[in-house]
């Protein structure tokens, strides 16, 4: 097994799966539990192994929320359960209609809330209900219901459009400032309805990369990629190879950058067009550029060669075309082939929590199985990891704890 090296004191303890269930907002209830994979930054002191609390959430005063192909700012207010909610990020939640006014998601982990008689709601508002039911509003209205204001997308013309009619993949960021930069590589992704999003998303928390979201500035409506019309916008644009869809706010430079991963779903066996608009913004010629894929069952194999011949690349390694039902491990493993350094997985303490309730032989919540706490971020447990652990959390060997 491959084992990256590591150091006690460069461990970092966090990173965990959240449960999305959908549940109404208010009096309604509706729909099943659907798995959210988000990335935290929570501290804890475990001795050698502590770490300042340096996250960038502390500074945030927006976060970025990407849906259906369109990116959102939210402001947010400033309160506990703000601070609270960008521990969490980034986040892939399925959101849940209601209404015809709001999407809702209820989170998995309870916030601080602080709830008030707002007595209206105006379109873009972001609140929770409750302690845990992250809610987005694309309508005005009067309620007499209580919430915790979280923050306000200002520019919400397009939001409704955004969001859709039904359920909608919906992703949550802080936004990304050029002058932290972290990675010198880059995932960079188109998604439309969220599954190329949620391979990018594991890549990101894999490889610590920064991350940017292509948009279009004209958002692609549900209609916008009915394939089955054959006069769709999406349809259209693919039967048109000098399309170019605009991109709203292109990112400044990718100078910074050696390696981008590309990400996209297959249209009609190839990239979107979009893709193209990117790929002939920037100059890549001496840029490693690696594609990454989703679809419904076609390969990536035609886009790879028009990406290849549109515009001079350094280096372009073999792409890689997930399903999207992908688990975090399938990209994981393409991450080892590819030999692209992963960074050391990080746990919450939650998490550490649940594992030393493990160690010491006790009952473990919800919450550990199936759930990957490998140290090296290779995709497995080992001995080695869970005597780690038990060094970590320093726990006095009981009568009932397991040997390992
Ligand atoms: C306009 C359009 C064309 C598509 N063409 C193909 C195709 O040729 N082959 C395929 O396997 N899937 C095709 N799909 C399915 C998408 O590739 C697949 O659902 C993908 O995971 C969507 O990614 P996203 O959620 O990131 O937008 C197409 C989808 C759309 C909307």
Redesign the pocket.
Known sequence: MKRSTRSAGAIALSAAMLLCSACGASEESTGSSVAVQSSTSEQITTGAAAQPLTSEAASADVMTMNVG?SSFSVALEDNETVTALKELLPANLDMSELNGNEKYCYLDTELPSAPEKVGSIAAGDVMLYGDNCLVVFYKSFKTSYSYTRIGHIDDNAELEKALGSGGA?VSFSLNENEDTQESDVLVA??????????IAEYLIELTGADSYVINAAVPYSDDD???QDSG?R??KE?NDKSARPEIAEPIASIDSYDTILL????????E?RIIDTFLESYDFSDKTVIPF??????GISASEANIKALVPIGEQPGGRRF??SAKKEDVSEWLDLLGVKKKITEYTAQDLRALSDFLLGKPVGAGLAGKQYDLDGDGAWTAFDLCLMRELVKAPKSAGAEEI
Not at 189 to 198: A, E, P, V, W
Not at 263 to 270: A, D, F, L, M, T
């Open positions: 192909g993949a992704y188109f998604s439309r309805t969220g599954n190329t999003g949620k990629i009915k394939y769709c999406a349809n693919q990400g996209y779903p297959i249209w009609w066996g190839e979107p894929c989703t679809s419904a069952s076609s399903a999207a």
